[in-house]
């Protein structure tokens, strides 16, 4: 795979104001949307080789991305741009605030797309329309191949103004993609951005693949593969598609994830029944046993700051959800509830477990403090798991299987998201069946 190459340049014209003016209540999902414009960038070209290139359309797109997100989050309510009477020049300029006002906007997007030589750069200004002035002003540079990723580190940087909290636009989604009847399904690792689009196949399909992980430092994933029905873990560059084997792991049950700091990939291997936690030392290829007990220890996932680990153990009877230190000492269950539960995942933000649940035969996708208290189930069905977050800790993504015939007719595996107040939940399209999301960080950190 080519490498992705990305260029930018940022200029600050002027941040009128550090402390966000607009209040976005970011605990309610989508109750009470806040009114947001997001005006058409007015297109500027000086360079004769795109003369006869549909820019108006390009600007358009992009600022369509960014609508798009916006509307995504469940926190905004992007106005019909029929509804506006300024002009995007004019407005970009300076807004007439009181006509901004009448439509109920609360805040302004405007931007300039200005194409010169092989540079496209975009600018855009957030203002305050209640306060009557300008919130953030930025402009970008880069080959005008990549204005889609513009347009969602755009959106990042006016969610950030507005709530207070990093974005998630700009980044990407790596999961299983899957085809055939549910019997014989070809699996294939696929990647994504998050809006859908972009999709890449990164394997053939011409050997099982499970459960991808993206490193939280880069844009590495560690996923498993059987090569000949042996398990085998796979380290994957995505930018270059350098791909190595760590290792191979007869019997393992669950596959590893990294470490926070990206050097450790911590995992779960059965021998004799029985099943317990590792790490490996991915410079050094060093294993070292977390756990020895004689009950089932699968799942792990480390704390964003790589002290302590959540993992599931049926040690109390039935399977719940434990903290221990990274060492493996101070083992705590910290799940009570009735049902089973499993695939605990850590916050990224550190505050929050996600977990799947099994009660009365339906699955349900929820979240907990870290001490276990507050859980919260945030929605239901027939079947559903693999949580992952979202790098702002915001949202989770997730797979959720349809049911299927006697003879497996009708079968479909599909991604979903929601937002963790339990709102807004809504289905990710890809070009198969997929399953097993993982969701990277922000590309342009």
Do not use: C
């Amino acid at each position: 795979m080519k490498k992705f190459i990305f260029i930018f340049l940022i200029n600050i014209f002027s941040i009128t104001n550090l402390s966000a003016l607009i209040e976005v209540d970011i605990t309610r999902g989508n109750l009470d949307p806040l009114p947001i414009a997001i005006s058409p960038l007015h297109v500027d070209i000086k360079s004769e080789k795109y003369k006869d290139l549909n820019v108006k359309e390009l600007g358009d797109k992009i600022s369509g991305i960014i609508e798009k997100n916006f509307r995504n989050t469940g926190l905004f309510n992007p106005l019909k741009k029929d509804a506006f009477v300024q002009k995007p020049d004019i407005a970009h300029l300076k807004p007439r605030f009181e006509d901004w006002r009448l439509i109920k906007a609360q805040a302004l997007v405007t931007g300039k797309l200005l194409i010169s030589s092989d540079k496209l750069k975009v600018e855009f200004r957030l203002w305050d329309l209640a306060a009557a002035q300008e919130m953030t002003a930025l402009a970008f540079t880069t080959t005008p191949s990549n204005w889609r990723r513009v347009a969602h580190i755009i959106s990042d940087k006016i969610y950030e103004r507005l709530t207070g909290e990093e974005g998630y636009f700009d980044t990407r989604i790596i999961y299983v993609a899957e085809s055939g009847p549910k019997t014989q399904r070809i699996k294939k690792l696929a990647i994504m951005d998050q809006d859908g689009f972009n999709t890449k196949y990164l394997t053939l399909g011409n050997e099982l693949v499970l459960t991808p992980r993206f490193n939280p430092t880069n844009q590495m994933v560690t996923y498993m593969s059987y090569f000949r029905n042996m398990p085998r873990v796979y380290l994957l560059d995505i930018e270059t598609g350098t791909q190595e084997v760590v290792g191979n792991f007869p019997g393992m049950t669950f596959a590893p994830r990294f470490s926070p700091d990206g050097k450790k990939i911590i995992m779960s291997f059965a021998k004799d029944g029985n099943s317990d936690i590792f790490t490996m030392d991915l410079e050094t290829r060093l294993v070292e046993r977390i756990t020895e007990h004689s009950s089932i220890d699968t799942s792990p996932s480390f704390s964003p700051d790589g002290k302590f680990i959540a993992f599931n153990s049926d040690r109390s009877g039935l399977q719940q959800i434990y903290v221990m230190r990274s060492d493996g000492s101070n083992v705590k269950r910290i799940t009570f509830g009735k049902g089973i539960y499993g695939t605990p995942v850590w916050s990224p933000r550190g505050d929050l477990i996600a977990f799947t649940k099994m009660h009365k035969g339906k699955f349900f996708i929820g979240v907990m403090r870290i001490d276990g208290t507050g859980e919260r189930l945030l929605t239901e069905n027939y079947y559903q798991e693999a949580p992952s977050w979202s790098p702002n800790g915001r949202v989770l993504v997730f797979y959720r299987e349809t049911k299927s015939g006697n003879k497996g007719e009708g079968f479909s595996a599909k991604l979903w998201s929601i937002d963790i107040t339990g709102y807004n939940e809504r289905r990710l399209l890809t070009k198969t069946d997929a399953s097993d999301p993982s969701w990277s960080s922000l590309l342009s950190k």
